[in-house]
Each structure stands twice: as structure tokens, then as C-alpha cells.
């Protein structure tokens, strides 16, 4: 707890800035992955995206059992929601771009 003028101020947990740090690191992590040594690929990282969707869910579950106030983080929950449709725009454009390979190739 900070103190202001001898008076105790409770901290504030914003719900949603846990999720979206750790989401940011985990998933900066694999593209560095996939980018430096191909570890990972497009499809398996852009198909983990409901993982964000879930860890504000338990973040928004855990804080309203032990927090007595829920202050919601928008900014971080607008990023995370950012994040989700940049992927799932990616994950399209790689499909799009897997069958138009095939299309030329005569495979489709």
C-alpha cells in the first residue's frame, strides 16, 4: 500500500493489464521464434488466439472472487482485442495465400 499524507490508499488492480502484458510477451516471443530460427509456424501461432480471450476471462474471474472493486483496464482490453483481429487477419491472408499456391500449382 502507498501512503498519501499518513493515509493509506489501497492499490487498484486494473483487470485486463495482466492478460495483455503476458499476451504481448508470449506471443512477441513466438513470432521472434518463427522469425530468427522457423521454430513456429504462422498458422500454429494465429490459431492461439482464443489463449487471450481465456486469460481475461480467468483474469475478470479471479479479481472479482478476491478483489472488492473491478476496475477494467480499457486500454489494455482494446489492445488485446487489437491483437486478436490482427491475427485472425493474418491467419486469413496466409490461407488465402496457401490456396492461391495451390490454385497456380493445379492443385485446387
Known amino acids: 500500500m502507498e501512503k498519501n499524507n499518513n493515509v493509506p490508499v489501497p ?13 504481448m510477451l508470449v506471443f512477441g516471443i513466438m513470432l521472434l521464434l518463427h522469425s530468427l ?3 513456429m509456424s504462422y498458422q500454429l501461432i494465429f490459431s492461439l488466439w482464443p489463449l487471450l480471450l481465456i486469460g481475461l476471462g480467468l483474469e475478470l474471474l479471479l479479481s472479482n472472487f ?3 472493486r473491478i476496475v477494467y483496464d480499457r486500454a ?3 489492445l488485446m ?3 486478436v483481429f490482427f491475427a485472425m487477419g493474418l491467419a486469413v491472408v496466409d ?8 490454385y ?5
Open 81 to 83: 482485442m487489437l491483437m
Open 37 to 39: 530460427f522457423g521454430m
Open 11 to 23: 492499490r487498484t488492480h486494473r483487470v485486463g493489464s495482466i492478460t495483455a502484458g503476458f499476451g
Open 66 to 68: 478476491f478483489e472488492k
Open 95 to 102: 490461407v488465402g495465400l496457401q490456396m492461391s499456391a495451390e
Open 104 to 108: 497456380v500449382m493445379g492443385r485446387f
Open 76 to 78: 489494455a482490453v482494446v
